[in-house]
């Protein structure tokens, strides 16, 4: 088994497991649908009780994504969000938050950003760890050991097809959580969790001790009671980002915090 992480994604498990209590992971993408109301999106988020919260960097090939957040990456772009701008901002954004806060990004941007710099800002600007969507554990040896140098959690993704012996590799880079996809196939709103979740749940119990949060296809609240029955967390991408595409110019932040509360129903949190 790995050593349990001893970060503030950690800190924040072991809060909620001290009470009993499932855990809310919220994603959004920055700049959507400007950097200016990333700052207030993320407050309204934390204000509604998310437990983490995935800061999305807009990236022009988003492949795991859906159509949904492929349209939140595009409104980012054009907004002119990208990775040395979050950073920037990441700081004034935090002063308002409690929620740890996880860059999710593609490989490519942090490539070109630097490993080195890439953990070195991201510490510096407040960020608790970054999930790259699509660094595999083959390439990640020179990520891992930057991430680490600045107490960075890496999170890693596993899916109803990863075996056993991709299980066993991937606990051990994985700090923070274990990101478990319900299905396999891009992310978006699903009317059922699939089938093949509590198979993975009980296969990646046994090779890891960190919290397992299941993510594509959790959109309300009876969702995310249904994947925290065996899971310590759901994540929420699609819904959020819709609800700001359809409720957030008339509505504002508080649209979009009440939103969040709706969700944390599904936790059993007051």
């Known amino acids: 088994m790995p050593t349990i992480s001893k970060t503030r994604i950690d800190s924040r498990f072991r809060e ?13 993408t920055a700049g959507d649908p400007t950097l200016e109301d990333t700052g207030k999106l993320l407050a309204a988020v934390n204000r509604g009780g998310a437990d983490v919260i995935e800061l999305g960097v807009p990236f022009s090939d988003p492949l795991a994504d ?6 939140a990456s595009e409104r980012g772009l054009k907004s002119g969000a990208s990775l040395a701008r979050i950073l920037e901002r990441l ?17 490519n941007p942090v490539l070109q950003y630097g490993l080195e ?42 899916a109803p097809t990863s075996t056993d ?4 590799r991937l606990a051990p880079l994985s700090t923070g959580f274990l990101y478990l ?9 699903r009317n059922e969790i699939s089938r093949e979740l509590g198979p993975l ?7 890891t001790e960190l919290p397992l949060a299941v993510g594509f296809g959790v959109s309300n609240p009876e969702q995310v009671r249904e994947v925290t029955k065996d899971a310590d967390a759901a994540v929420v991408g699609s ?3 819709r609800a700001i595409e359809d409720r957030y110019a008339a509505g504002g932040p508080d649209a979009i915090e009440h939103f969040v509360r709706w969700l944390r129903e599904g936790t059993g949190a007051a």
């Open 201 to 207: 749940i009980e296969r990646a119990r046994r090779h």
């Open 66 to 71: 859906g159509p949904v957040i492929q349209r």
């Open 165 to 168: 012996e991709r299980l066993e």
């Open 16 to 28: 909620l497991a001290e009470r009993k209590a499932k855990g809310l992971v919220i994603y959004l």
């Open 91 to 107: 700081p004034r954004w935090r002063q308002e938050m409690e929620a740890p806060v996880i860059l999710f990004t593609y490989y």
């Open 117 to 158: 710099r890439f953990a070195r800002d991201a510490a510096r600007a407040g960020a608790a760890g970054a999930l790259v969507l699509d660094l595999t554990p083959e390439e990640a040896e020179s990520y891992i050991a930057a991430m680490r140098a600045q107490s960075l959690d890496t999170v890693f993704l596993a």
């Open 181 to 189: 996809i319900s299905r396999p196939g891009t992310t978006g709103e």
């Open 239 to 241: 819904a959020l980002v």
